[in-house]
């Protein structure tokens, strides 16, 4: 199943961007939604996940206080609100659904969207 994100773009310090994503087909589970990003050289971090059990927040220490990961209007469909945004956060920003499946019988692994850009000028 293809996650598909948007919302990314060019802001400003201080600005605000709200990244949505919905995947295109069928999840029948997963463990938790949530948001990576990768920045030029260097690696894939997390920055905020939502568990699907009970709905429990994670976030990486660099973002908590301006960023909040919640469900869109269906259980699969994730956002983040990205407040008060910094140079340091630019990079691709990819959605992942942990530990998914697509039908009850098949194995479960980790689905991947394709990444949306978010470029914080300062």
């Known amino acids: 199943v293809q996650l598909q994100a948007s919302g990314g773009g060019l802001v400003q310090a201080g600005g605000s961007l709200t990244l949505s994503c919905a995947p295109a087909?069928?999840?029948?589970?997963?463990?938790?939604m949530g948001w990576y990003r990768q920045a030029p050289g260097k690696q894939r971090e997390m920055v905020a996940t939502?568990?699907?059990?009970?709905?429990?927040?994670t976030y990486a220490d660099a973002v908590k206080g301006r960023f909040t990961v919640s469900r869109g209007y269906t259980k699969n469909m994730v956002k983040l609100q990205m407040n008060n945004l910094k140079p340091e956060d630019s990079g691709v920003y990819y959605c992942?659904?942990?530990?998914?499946?697509?039908?009850?019988?098949?194995?479960?692994?980790?689905?991947w969207g394709k990444g949306t850009q978010v470029t914080v000028s300062s």
């Open positions: 939502i568990q699907s059990a009970d709905d429990t927040t």
């Open positions: 992942n659904a942990a530990n998914a499946r697509e039908f009850v019988w098949k194995p479960a692994r980790d689905f």
């Open positions: 087909g069928i999840i029948y589970s997963s463990d938790s």
